[in-house]
C-alpha cells in the first residue's frame, strides 16, 4: 500500500479559495494519474479532477472546470487542488486516490489507493 495523505481542508466563506494538497509516498513515476474524489453528506462519492504525471494531461468535472485547477509538483510527490469561488455546494469530503493500472480516469472504481480525505467546507 502507497500511503496518500490530503491535507489543506477547513472552513472557507462562500466565494472564497482553499488549496487542497495530497502527498504521495512513493515514485511519482510509479503512478499514472492522481485523482480527486469527494463526497457530499446523502451523495455518492464524485469525480473532481485528476492530473496524469507524466502528460500533465488534466481533467475535470463540468461543475469546478472554471473554478478548481489541478497541480502536480514531482519533486515533491504532491498534488494540489486549488478551488476558487467556492459555493457551499462543494462542502464534503475530498479525497485523493492513484493507480498504477490506469484505467477510465473518472471512474471510482479504476483507483486502488486512496487517502483518508479532508474535510471542506464552505459556509454562506
Known amino acids: 500500500q502507497v500511503p496518500l495523505v490530503e491535507s489543506g481542508g477547513g472552513l472557507v466563506h462562500a466565494g472564497g479559495p482553499l488549496r487542497l494538497s495530497c502527498a504521495v509516498f512513493g515514485r511519482p513515476y510509479s503512478f499514472f494519474v492522481i485523482a480527486w474524489f469527494r463526497q457530499s453528506s446523502g451523495k455518492e462519492r464524485e469525480f473532481v479532477s485528476a492530473?496524469?504525471?507524466?502528460?500533465?494531461?488534466?481533467y475535470y468535472a463540468d461543475n469546478v472546470q472554471d473554478r478548481f485547477t489541478i497541480v502536480g509538483d514531482s519533486s515533491v510527490n504532491t498534488v494540489y487542488l486549488q478551488m476558487n469561488n467556492l459555493v457551499p455546494e462543494d462542502t464534503a469530503i475530498y479525497y485523493c486516490?492513484?493507480?498504477?493500472?490506469?484505467?477510465?480516469?473518472?471512474?471510482?472504481?479504476?483507483?486502488?489507493?486512496w487517502g483518508q480525505g479532508t474535510q471542506v467546507t464552505v459556509s454562506s
Open positions: 492530473i496524469y504525471w507524466r502528460s500533465g494531461n488534466t
Open positions: 486516490a492513484t493507480t498504477t493500472q490506469g484505467g477510465i480516469t473518472r471512474a471510482a472504481g479504476t483507483y486502488d489507493y
